[in-house]
């Protein structure tokens, strides 16, 4: 049976995708540590990332780099927060966060976000990411 994140990934559940590409996608957490809170998730499903392919977790690592750099700028971040903790999903999968401070990274804060901000959010860091050359592996017209 598929994965919660395989479904999201093949449009069988909505989301605010961000990134698609032949390896992962990403999309924003619904419950994010901070606005623009996205999830890099590979397309191959592999519980747990230790697991996963040499290319796919380098191929994952370039795309949640690229990820934060845009996140930095539309959400005007001092840091960028990365954590691979596994427990929520059985479906690898890396966060990429905004930060200000290591209170950020407290899995603890998670909050649900209202749908309209997601989309705002989402909105923001599609338009950077375009402006920083990825236009192919963005999705959407904002």
Do not use: Y
């Amino acid at each position: 049976m598929a994965t919660l994140f395989t479904k999201i990934i093949d449009g069988e559940i909505p989301t605010q995708l961000v990134w698609r590409d032949e390896v992962c996608a990403a999309f924003l957490d619904i419950e994010p540590l901070t606005p623009g809170h996205a999830l890099v998730v590979p397309r191959v499903e592999v519980d747990h990332w230790v697991d996963l392919p040499g290319e796919v977790l380098a191929h994952l690592t370039d795309v949640a780099a690229r990820i934060g750099r845009a996140q930095q700028v539309a959400f005007d971040a001092p840091r960028v927060g990365v954590i691979v903790q596994g427990f929520e999903v059985p479906h690898a999968h890396v966060h990429v966060f905004p930060a200000r401070t290591a209170d950020d990274f407290d899995l603890a804060r998670k909050r649900p976000r209202p749908a309209d901000d997601l989309a705002q959010d989402a909105q923001a860091l599609r338009r950077t990411l375009r402006g920083q050359g990825w236009s192919d592996e963005v999705p959407g017209q904002d």
